[in-house]
C-alpha cells in the first residue's frame, strides 16, 4: 500500500510542479529569467530532475508510468519555454521598429562612389572625349 501512496504523491508532485512551472513561464519578462527556470526546472538540480530521482524507489511496473509521464511534462515544459524566448524576442523585435524609422523618402548624402568610366563618358559627351585629342587622318 506505501508503493501506491508513493506513486500518487510522485504524481502529484509532478502536476504541481508542471502548473506551478507553466505559470513562472507565462510570467517570465526577461530572457535572464527564463533561463534561470529553464535550469531550475530541467536542470542537473532542477525540481524534475529531484522528482525523478524519488522514482528510483518505485517498483519497477510503477516506474514506466511516473517516467512516461515526466518525460511529457519535460517535453512540454521545454516547449512552453522555446515558445515564450520567441515571444519576448519578437516583442523586443517590434518595440525596436516602432523606436528606429526609416524616411525612405530623404535623399543620400554625399556623392555616390566611384568614377565614370572614360570611354563611356567620352561617348556620352564628345567635347572630353579621348577619340577628340587624336589627330585625324
Do not use: C, F
Not at 85 to 101: R, T, V
Request: no cysteine; hydrophobic share 35%.
Amino acid at each position: 500500500m506505501s508503493q501506491i501512496e508513493s506513486l500518487s504523491q510522485i504524481e502529484e508532485k509532478l502536476n504541481i510542479l508542471s502548473l506551478t512551472a507553466k505559470n513562472d513561464i507565462d510570467n517570465s519578462n526577461t530572457h535572464e529569467e527564463l533561463d534561470q527556470l529553464r535550469v531550475s526546472l530541467l536542470g542537473k538540480k532542477g525540481d524534475l530532475s529531484i522528482i525523478l530521482k524519488i522514482m528510483g524507489q518505485l517498483s519497477s511496473t510503477d516506474r514506466p508510468i511516473i517516467g512516461q509521464k515526466a518525460n511529457l511534462i519535460k517535453i512540454n515544459l521545454q516547449n512552453l519555454i522555446i515558445q515564450r524566448k520567441n515571444q519576448l524576442n519578437s516583442e523586443a523585435l517590434d518595440k525596436k521598429i516602432k523606436k528606429e524609422k526609416i524616411d525612405v523618402t530623404i535623399p543620400s548624402i554625399g556623392i555616390p562612389p566611384g568614377n565614370k568610366h572614360p570611354q563611356v563618358s567620352g561617348m556620352i559627351n564628345p567635347k572630353t572625349s579621348w577619340i577628340t585629342y587624336y589627330p585625324q587622318y
